[in-house]
């Protein structure tokens, strides 16, 4: 079974929520996921992952520090995330808060370590958003994401 982790950044519960739910759509897809704060991710483990999911608040039209502090670590990494699976989602406040532009941000920097990711031509296209808590469209969005993360990785793991 691949081995995924969701890794997140969340001060008021919304991004955690997202995660969780992701989680359950991985579930869905007979993936048991690692579900961590991102200040609890041991960056030289992301390497033993066939499949990374980060998640963040918008802030500023873009990821949280804590979200890009992870990142900017991968760095000493770069190269051996190539062809794992990844994916990113994001909470926000507002309808034009920067929730595209947060969610495309975290996927430039996975697809610089040369992972795979996916959109979804029917749901939330490049990953799942929340405005403040999450609404039942937007849990469904969350779980369909996790449920065609755990397809894409599982076909594409080693």
Do not use: W
Not at 63 to 72: E, G, I, R, S, T
Not at 132 to 145: L, S
Not at 149 to 155: E, I, Y
């Amino acid at each position: 079974m691949p081995n995924v982790l969701i890794a997140y950044y969340s001060q008021g519960g919304n991004t955690e929520r997202l995660a969780m739910l992701v989680a359950d759509g991985l579930r869905e897809g007979g993936i048991e996921p690692t579900v961590k704060r991102v200040t609890e991710v041991n960056v030289p483990g992301l390497i033993e992952y066939d499949g990374i999911i980060l998640g963040s608040p918008t802030y500023y039209g873009t990821m949280a520090a804590p979200v890009k502090k992870l990142l900017d670590e991968s760095v000493q990494f770069h190269g051996r995330l190539d062809g794992k699976v990844g994916a990113a989602f994001t909470t926000s406040g507002n309808m034009a808060g920067g929730n595209e532009t947060t969610i495309l941000d975290i996927l430039h920097a996975l697809m610089i370590h040369g992972m795979v990711v996916q959109g979804d031509p029917r749901g939330d296209h490049y990953g799942a958003v929340s405005l403040g808590m999450p609404t039942p469209r937007e849990e469904d969005n969350a779980r369909r994401q996790g449920l065609r993360f755990a397809k894409l990785v599982t076909q594409l793991a080693p």
